[in-house]
C-alpha cells in the first residue's frame, strides 16, 4: 500500500520544491472551495446559531485526521494545527453564512 509521503519527489533545487507545492496548491485550493460550500449548507441547514461550532465534531474531524496523516506517513502534529486553524476559519465564515441567509430579504 503506498502512503503519500511516498509521493514526494526527490527535488534538486528550491524551483523543484516551489513548482511541486504549486501543484499541489492547484489541487488543493479547489477542494477547500469545495469544503467551503458545505459549510454554506450547514449554515443553511442549522436551526440555531449555537449549533455552528460543535466541539464534539472538531474534535472527532481532529482525531480522523491525525490517525490519516499517521497512516500516510506524514506529521500528525502538523496535520492537526493545519485542521485546527482550517476549522477556526470556516466556522467563522459558518457564522457570517448563517446570519446572512437569515437576513431580511435574503432567500435560503
Known amino acids: 500500500m503506498s502512503r503519500a509521503i ?7 533545487t528550491m524551483e523543484d520544491v516551489r513548482r511541486q507545492v504549486d501543484a499541489l496548491d492547484d489541487i488543493l485550493v ?3 472551495v469545495t469544503r467551503g460550500g458545505y459549510m454554506t449548507q450547514a ?9 455552528v461550532r460543535d466541539e464534539e465534531r472538531i474534535e472527532t ?7 490519516r496523516a499517521a497512516r ?3 506529521q500528525s502534529d ?4 493545519i485542521y485546527r486553524s482550517m476549522m477556526e476559519a470556516y466556522i467563522a465564515y459558518e457564522h457570517r453564512e448563517f446570519a ?6 435574503e432567500a435560503s
Open 72 to 74: 500516510e506517513g506524514g
Open 30 to 32: 479547489p477542494l477547500l
Open 43 to 51: 449554515a443553511r441547514i442549522k436551526q440555531a446559531e449555537h449549533q
Open 6 to 12: 511516498d509521493n514526494v519527489q526527490h527535488c534538486t
Open 100 to 105: 446572512r441567509l437569515r437576513a431580511p430579504g
Open 61 to 67: 474531524i481532529v482525531e480522523r485526521v491525525r490517525e
Open 78 to 81: 502538523v496535520i492537526e494545527a
